[in-house]
């Protein structure tokens, strides 16, 4: 009885007490797939500056990783932290279905920029994901750089947070997703980008070639509403 006073005290003041369980903590359960996968190359496309690679190390990831980013400024912060890292390296670019320049559009919180127009839905949910700028920008293929650093001893996991841009990128690296193991993608379920794939036509083309989708990483949420607009899933190789 004392227990559940206490819980109920820290209720009322905004906290939930229960008790950790690792097979419901999304990062504990991507750890053990990249563990029990033997993954030792991390493909960081959408790097930003660096969140989810750091998360990776915090959570004892210790291979190899390269993040992909093309904004000018978010790079300079990503290269800043990376450098104090030896076998994390970084390229200034965005990974599409072909080798070109593109221009991307530059959204004030900078996580929520996109080669793609944003709809009205993100920006109600997110003001902060409003567009402020353009920029000019390298677009290469995971087709024509993954053999720069993938050997036959490989284990390699993508991981893709592009902003509805996700089939560009799976497009343009046919060739190297048979070498891939896993993925961790970031998919929408309703429309928050002009033509971006929602997350069955995701999950239908990852299954084609031999995919099994393992989990949902809850990702953004519609504040006012508490709508789930986006989450991230874990697929890999069986």
């Not at 993040?67 to 300079?76: D, H, K, N, T």
């Not at 932290?81 to 072909?98: F, P, S, T, Y």
């Not at 290469?140 to 993954?146: C, E, G, M, N, S």
């Not at 929408?188 to 083309?205: A, D, M, T």
Request: aromatic share 8%.
């Amino acid at each position: 009885m004392v227990r559940t006073a206490v819980k109920n005290g820290l209720r009322k003041l905004g906290y939930v007490v229960s008790q950790y369980d690792s097979r419901r903590d999304p990062l504990a359960v991507r750890t053990r797939f990249l563990e029990s996968h033997g993954i030792n190359l991390v493909l960081d496309v959408g790097a930003n500056t660096g969140q989810f690679a750091l998360q990776l190390l915090e959570t004892g990831y210790s291979g190899s990783m390269i993040s992909f980013e093309p904004l000018s400024a978010a790079y300079r912060t990503l290269s800043d932290v990376a450098r104090h890292h030896v076998n994390w390296r970084v390229e200034n670019c965005a990974l599409g279905d072909k080798e070109d320049t593109a221009e991307i559009n530059v959204a004030e919180n900078s996580w929520s920029s996109s080669l793609l127009n944003i709809l009205p839905t993100h920006v109600e949910s997110a003001p902060d994901s409003a567009y402020i700028a353009t920029e000019r920008i390298q677009m290469r293929t995971l087709d024509a750089l993954f053999p720069r650093y993938a050997t036959a001893e490989t284990r390699a996991f993508l991981k893709i947070d592009t902003q509805g841009f996700t089939m560009k990128v799976l497009d343009g690296g046919e060739q190297a997703l048979e070498a891939i193991l896993g993925l961790q993608v970031e998919m929408s379920l309703v429309p928050l980008y002009e033509g971006e794939p929602l997350i069955g036509e995701v999950v239908s083309f990852l299954q084609r070639r031999g995919f099994t989708l393992l989990f949902l990483m809850p990702g953004f949420i519609d504040n006012a509403t508490g709508q789930q607009l986006q989450v991230d899933g874990l697929f890999f190789r069986l």
